[in-house]
């Protein structure tokens, strides 16, 4: 993830009913939600909810899935762990031992790469 990718996914973080809405979908793990579970345990209107998703999908941190004729949201695990790395790639001045539970967010290809 690049600086302006790592932007991107802050600020569609930086909205309340985003917020909810992704802390939702990490929650529910990778059999997601549909989006009518979604406006409804969120209480948001479906309109306001499409936009919502769609700003969190650019920003790479949740992905869509149709499912019939409903489409399923579920926390895109990788962009959420590329944000991850690039927030923490200098933490602790590369002593992993200082990290602490940050280190084993890491994704290991990132990891190899700066041994």
Do not use: W
């Amino acid at each position: 993830m690049d600086k302006k990718a790592a932007i991107a996914a802050l600020s569609a973080l930086g909205q309340d009913t985003r917020l909810d809405v992704f802390r939702h979908l990490v929650t529910a793990g990778p059999e997601g939600v549909g989006a009518g579970d979604l406006a409804q345990v969120l209480d948001v209107r479906a309109n306001t909810l499409s936009t919502h998703l769609s700003a969190l999908a650019r920003a790479g941190l949740i992905a869509a899935e149709r499912d019939g004729r409903a489409i399923r949201y579920s926390a895109h695990y990788d962009g959420i762990r590329a944000l991850f790395d690039f927030l923490l790639h200098d933490c602790c001045k590369g002593r992993p031992e200082l990290c602490g539970p940050f280190a084993s967010s890491r994704s290991p290809d990132i990891t190899k790469a700066e041994q």
